[in-house]
Structures are given as structure tokens and as C-alpha cells.
């Protein structure tokens, strides 16, 4: 990738603990524009919680963002909005009682002359934007409880890439999906990098991302063990970064690399 | 637009295959669990008319019932809100009670005695109202600055509401009563003074009637410029001829609801009528507090469906964190919703004690229950995220049709308490049973 001078984000020393426990410790990633960046670890690793640091969802205990390389004040989702990050969370965080088109432009609902809520406009847009992700979809009318795994995936999905996101932040986002679904939001991703956009996807598989990935970032017990372009290591050498946390020679490691004397 | 064309041969194959009723069902769009309430209380209103040897359904009887549910009508609305984002208000009795507690002092000793104005100045009622509104509010922010942005649960807040209120009225007068009220103020009691009469009724029911048809047209001009299916012709036709004949059914009803006789005598002598021989009749007409319940339904439930606000309300009741997580500044709309619940209750105040004549520290006692029984009778869930104001109303006209009808075939209070708690247990089962089936 260009390794222009200021990345379009930048997460440096990130730490943050519930109670006792340190969820993410000392952790830096970075992400560029046009640019797929690959978030690897096992569950409980810290992935999630770090990429919510980010979408503004917790606060961090210490470290800095910078976006577009000048540092970034996110303390709730509206300001990660404002500077373009759009998020998909691991547990869609969808408004089970409302349909799709509510969910899609939840706190973002487009208004009539008179202020009032433009349902139809918000059915018709919803419409063509899922018509894009999941033709056959056509439950506009239930509230998304009532939809399958896979459709309230792709309702999450539709609701992130709805607003021209600068920055997206896809939190396992094939968790539901059978295999056509998944390839289809292989595809996704490729077209949205081919738009500039910068993403982080995250998976506890290396299987599901490690072709799409531009670089990949593992973590360990809340630390990063090390980054990688895909092109410089093998999927072996990922594996053996997310469960031994042995960085390999083509990694740069970070503070949760196995130090060589253990 | 494509998969819409291409998909409906396959919808109507499906319609074919259903049965005439549900058919009939999927072409309006009716609701079938507010059918099914509609329904519950016409087997009510039948069965205590029977019972009664049909004295329930008779002009007199339904517009004091009509009458009756408006202040926990008023007051359901703004629950239906409170409990969809999860919460409750056990407080709005109370409040109910030092709000009206409030007003009577504000009317009938402060501004009077300490301002001096003279008894039945135009200004009184709309002071008397306006002061009432503004501590229903301030109290509504209060409760719900403690439960949205200190994170206490509304359960212990608005209990110990309950308690503080209740004490706060008595504090007013020292448990003295305050009466007699404004004349003004007294018209949002309802009685004879206080409803329209014949004529404006019907204008009130006609009026009502075209802005039904309107919103039916302007819903289908919407649906069609966006190429959205659209209900069959009929289906539309049928929906606007049912509501406008409920409508102007009821403003029927009311209208034949005449003056008893002592007060057309009264009106004929200040006006210098002469009685013909049969008697005068004159129409008592839709009753204020019932016009002022409507409104606030009408309100309500624009605020719930068509705003922002109301948006952000069922999102919360249905994932707080997901609003949250959308950028929803969930804590202000808790706070919100509180202080629209005070204001509502304010409201009540209003119409309770211009309804009494008088203001008394134990007003409203035991409403937040009847409040709460009618919104989930209405099928708010307590789970949050559910609810219909015109459902919550209709379960205040159930709960008041239930306790006047058992004040009418003599039930004595206790049964009829014991009979109110039995059917809100039950109640609430059937919908369990019913969003089971739903899922
Ligand atoms: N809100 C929270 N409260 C307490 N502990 C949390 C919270 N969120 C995450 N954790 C803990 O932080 C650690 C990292 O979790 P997470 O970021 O979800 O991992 P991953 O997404 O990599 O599977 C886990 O030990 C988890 O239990
Ligand atoms: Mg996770």
C-alpha cells in the first residue's frame, strides 16, 4: 500500500480495563485509504473492545486517535459519525422492535418540509440500498426481529455503507451468513475499497479475511503481537502469531510479541 | 423497484391461498389485536347491558363514562411512552393529586385573595392552568433528570414520588380542601356547561371525518409516487366508511345525551326562553375533558409515529444500546419522556378537579395503577419497545367501563377491586399468549 505520511486513522497506545481486566494494553493500528487492514485474534483477544474505542462506543483510559493525521476527539458514536467511521458491531446492535428502514436511519432519519419523519422516502432509499446488498430481500414491513440471521446482517451492513463512510469498521461481519452470503460480502468489501474507503475487518478466522486483507494486525490478551502485510507472511505464520504469539520475520512486532528469551 | 413487480405474482398466490378473514385482514391492514380489544369491550358493554336490563348503553351512561376515562385516558398516552422505554411512573397519582392541589390554590385563594382579582376574571383559569402545567413539567424533568442521567431506576424514583407528592399535596392546605373552582376552569370538568353541544359536535365529527379521508388519500398518494403496494380500492373505501361511521356515531350518541331538566330551566329562565310543553331538549354534546383526552391521543400519537422523538423512544424501549450505539442521546429523551408524562398529568389535574368543584389532597389516589393497567391492557409490554397510545386509551375505557358498570349493577368496591385485578392478570396473559403465536 502507498504509505503516504498521515494515515486516514490512526490508533496509537490505546489501553483500556474493565475492572481488573486490561481488555486492551498498549495496542497501535493504523489504516489507510483504498486500504483493508485484517484484525486477528482469538475470542476474548481484545478486538472488538479496541475497535469500539474507535467508533466512540467506550472511552479509552489513555492513548490518542488520530484521523487524517490530526488528533481526533471521539468520546461517543456521534463524534466517530461526524469524522466519517461507520461501524458494524459483532452483535449488529440493531433496534429489534422497528423494520429495516428505522434501523438503517437511526439517528439519522431524513425529515419532511415539516419536520415530521419521511418514512417513505427512508422505505424507498432503504429499498435501493438493500436491493444492492441482498436482492431478495423484501420484509420492509416487520420490525427486524422477526428476520433471519442473515437478512439482519445485511440490514447492519446496508445501515454502515448507507452514509458514504470514510472509515468502516466490520466487527465479524459474516458471523450469520452461509457461504454465498459471505462471498457477497467479500465482494462488498473489494468494490468499497475500490472507493477509497479504509476498513478494518475483524474475524477470530484467518480463513475468512486473510485474501482480502491488505495488512493484518493480530492481538493477544488485549496486546497487539505484531503487523503484517499479507504479501511478507503466510497464513502459518498468522496462525502462529494469534495462538503462539510468535511474531515472524516479516512482521513489525508489537508490545505482545513472545520475547525471545521465553 | 424491480424485485416489487417481480415478487408479486408470488404475494398473490400467497393471498389466494388464505381464508376469506384473513384476507379481509391483509387487505385493510386492521390490526388484529386492537380488533380483538375492540371486541373485548363490546362483549363488556353488551354483558353489563344485559345484566343491567339495559340501562349500559344508553346515552346517559355512555357519555359519563366517556367523561370518566379522560383523566387516566390523558394520562395513559404519556404512559405508553414511559413504559416503552422501559420505565414506569408509580408517581402520576400523586402528582395528579399536588398539581390539582396547585391549581386550586393558584384560582381560588392566590389569585383572588393575594393578587386581587376579582372572582371570575378571564385571566384566573388560563394563570391557574398554566402554573399546574409548569410544576407537572418541572416535577416530569426532576424524576426524570434522577432516573436518565443519575441512573437511579424509575421504579424507586417515581415510588418515592409517589410518597413525596402525595405528602407535598397535603402540605398545600394542610389537607384542607380548596373550593369551589373558576367557573371558566370548571368547563374542562365536562357537565353541561362543560360540552359543546349539538351543533358543534357535529361540525367537531364532520371535521374529523375529512381529515381521516385526507390522511387515507394522502397515505395512498404517497405509497403510489413511491411505488410501494398499495391496499386494494375497496379496502380503502371500507376503512374510511368504518371510522367516519364510529365517529359520527359517537358524536350521535352524545348529542342525544339531553340537560336534565333543572338546568334547562335555568338556562330557559336567563336567556328568557319559554319551555314549550314537551320539555326543551337541549344536546349535551361531546364533553370537554373528553375533546381534551382525544387531543392529547391525537398528539401523543403523532409524537410517537411521526416524529423524531418518537422514533428514538421505541428504538430505546427496543435496544438501548443500539440507540446508543446509533448516536441517540439516550439519556435527554428519557428525560423527555418524563417531562411530557408530568405535563400530561398536569393535564388530568386539570380535569379531575374542575370535574370535583374542588382540589383535596387525596386526589387521584390509586390512578397510577388504573394508568399502568390501561396502557398494558392497551398491549404496552413491560419489556419495553411496544405500545400504542389509541390502545392505551381504549384500555382506559375498558378499566372505566368495567368499574361504572359494576357501580351500576350495585358491586360493592371491594369486589370491584378484586374483579379489576383479576381481569388486568388475565389481560396481560391473553397478550402473552397472543405475541407468542405472533413471533
Ligand atoms: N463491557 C465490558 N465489560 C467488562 N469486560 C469486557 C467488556 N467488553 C469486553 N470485556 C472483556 O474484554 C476482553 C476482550 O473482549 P473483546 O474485545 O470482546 O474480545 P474479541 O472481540 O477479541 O473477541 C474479554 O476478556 C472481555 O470479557
Ligand atoms: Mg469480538
Redesign the pocket.
Known amino acids: 500500500m502507498d504509505q503516504s505520511p498521515a494515515p486516514l486513522v490512526e490508533m496509537r497506545n490505546m489501553s483500556i480495563a474493565?475492572?481488573g481486566?486490561r481488555?486492551?494494553d498498549d495496542a497501535s493500528v493504523d489504516l489507510h485509504a483504498g486500504e483493508v487492514v485484517a484484525l486477528l485474534?482469538?475470542?476474548?483477544?481484545?478486538?472488538?473492545?479496541?475497535i469500539?474505542i474507535l467508533s466512540g462506543a467506550?472511552r479509552r483510559d489513555a492513548g490518542t486517535i488520530f484521523v487524517n493525521g490530526e488528533e481526533a476527539q471521539i468520546s461517543n458514536p456521534r463524534d466517530a459519525k461526524k469524522y466519517g467511521i461507520e461501524t458494524i458491531y459483532?452483535t449488529l446492535a440493531l433496534a429489534d422492535n422497528v423494520d429495516a428502514a428505522a434501523n438503517l436511519f437511526l439517528g439519522r432519519e431524513l425529515r419532511t418540509a415539516w419536520g415530521t419523519l419521511d418514512d417513505v422516502a427512508m422505505e424507498a432509499e432503504a429499498r435501493k440500498v438493500m436491493g444492492r446488498l441482498n436482492p431478495r430481500f423484501q420484509r420492509f414491513k416487520d420490525p427486524v426481529v422477526r428476520l433471519s440471521g442473515g437478512q439482519r446482517q445485511s440490514v447492519a451492513i446496508a445501515r454502515a455503507i448507507l452514509f458514504n463512510a470514510r472509515i468502516l469498521i466490520m466487527?465479524e461481519p459474516t458471523a450469520a451468513l452461509g457461504p454465498q452470503e459471505t462471498a457477497q460480502v467479500g465482494e462488498l468489501v473489494k468494490q468499497l475499497k475500490a472507493d477509497g474507503i479504509g476498513i478494518f475487518l475483524?474475524s477470530?478466522d484467518i480463513h475468512d479475511v486473510f485474501d482480502l486483507a491488505d495488512r493484518v494486525c493480530v492481538?493477544k490478551n488485549?496486546q497487539v503481537v505484531g503487523t503484517a502485510r499479507t504479501q511478507d507472511v503466510t497464513k502459518d505464520e498468522v496462525l502462529g502469531m494469534i495462538i503462539l504469539g510468535k511474531c515472524p520475520p516479516g512482521a513489525i512486532p508489537g508490545p505482545g510479541a513472545m520475547t525471545m528469551a521465553a | 423497484m424491480t424485485e416489487v413487480t417481480s415478487n408479486a405474482p408470488l404475494e398473490g398466490a400467497r393471498a389466494s391461498e388464505l381464508g376469506p378473514v384473513a384476507r379481509f385482514l391483509k387487505a385493510t391492514e386492521l390490526d388484529t389485536r386492537m380488533l380483538g380489544m375492540v371486541g373485548a369491550l363490546l362483549v363488556i358493554w353488551m354483558g353489563f347491558h344485559i345484566l343491567s336490563n339495559g340501562l349500559f348503553l344508553t346515552p346517559r351512561n355512555l357519555w359519563n363514562l366517556s367523561v370518566q376515562s379522560s383523566s387516566v385516558a390523558v394520562m395513559a398516552t404519556g404512559m405508553v411512552l414511559v413504559i416503552v422505554t422501559r420505565n414506569i411512573d408509580l408517581s402520576v397519582g400523586s402528582l395528579l393529586g399536588f398539581v390539582g392541589m396547585i391549581m386550586g390554590v393558584t384560582q381560588a385563594m392566590f389569585l383572588p385573595r393575594v393578587i386581587g382579582l376579582p372572582l371570575g376574571d378571564p385571566t384566573i383559569w388560563i394563570i391557574a392552568l398554566a402554573a399546574g402545567l409548569a410544576v407537572g413539567l418541572v416535577i416530569g424533568a426532576l424524576q426524570g433528570f434522577l432516573i436518565a442521567y443519575l441512573a437511579i431506576p424509575s421504579f424507586i424514583v417515581t415510588l418515592g414520588g409517589l410518597l413525596v407528592w402525595r405528602g407535598a399535596a397535603w402540605w398545600v392546605t394542610s389537607g384542607q380542601t380548596v373550593a369551589p373552582m373558576d367557573a371558566t376552569f370548571r368547563l374542562m370538568g365536562g357537565g353541561p356547561g362543560g360540552s359543546i353541544g349539538a351543533s358543534w359536535s357535529w361540525v367537531v365529527g364532520l371535521v374529523a371525518c375529512v381529515a381521516v379521508i385526507l390522511m387515507l388519500m394522502s397515505g395512498r398518494a404517497q405509497r403510489k409516487r413511491f411505488k410501494f403496494p398499495l391496499r386494494p380500492v375497496w379496502a380503502e373505501v371500507f376503512l374510511g366508511i368504518l371510522v367516519s361511521s364510529v365517529i359520527l356515531g359517537a358524536v350521535w350518541v352524545a348529542n342525544s345525551y339531553p340537560w336534565p331538566a333543572g338546568t334547562v330551566r335555568r338556562y330557559a329562565e336567563a336567556n328568557n326562553i319559554t319551555i314549550p310543553e314537551g320539555g326543551l331538549f337541549i344536546s349535551h354534546g361531546i364533553a370537554v375533558p373528553v375533546l381534551m383526552a382525544v387531543a392529547a391521543g391525537i398528539i401523543v400519537t403523532f409524537i410517537a409515529t411521526r416524529t423524531r422523538f418518537g422514533r428514538y423512544v421505541f428504538a430505546i424501549g427496543g435496544n438501548p444500546e443500539a440507540a446508543e450505539l446509533a448516536g441517540i442521546n439516550t439519556r435527554w429523551v428519557t428525560m423527555k419522556v418524563f417531562m411530557l408524562m408530568g405535563l400530561l398529568a398536569s393535564f388530568s389535574a386539570a380535569i379531575s378537579t374542575a370535574r370535583l368543584n374542588a382540589s383535596t389532597n387525596a386526589q387521584g389516589t390509586l390512578d397510577e395503577l388504573l394508568v399502568i393497567a390501561a396502557a398494558v391492557i392497551g398491549g404496552t409490554s413491560l419489556a419495553g419497545g411496544v405500545g400504542t397510545v389509541a390502545g392505551a386509551m381504549l384500555g382506559a375505557v375498558l378499566m372505566q367501563s368495567l368499574q361504572s358498570g359494576m357501580v351500576l349493577l350495585g358491586v360493592d368496591t371491594p369486589l370491584q377491586n378484586i374483579v379489576v385485578g383479576f381481569v388486568l392478570v388475565v389481560a396481560v396473559w391473553l397478550d402473552t399468549l397472543y405475541r407468542r403465536r405472533a413471533q
Do not use: C, E
Open positions: 474493565f475492572g481486566i481488555a486492551v485474534g482469538h475470542n476474548g483477544a481484545g478486538k472488538s473492545t479496541l469500539k467506550y459483532q466487527d475483524i477470530h492481538m488485549g
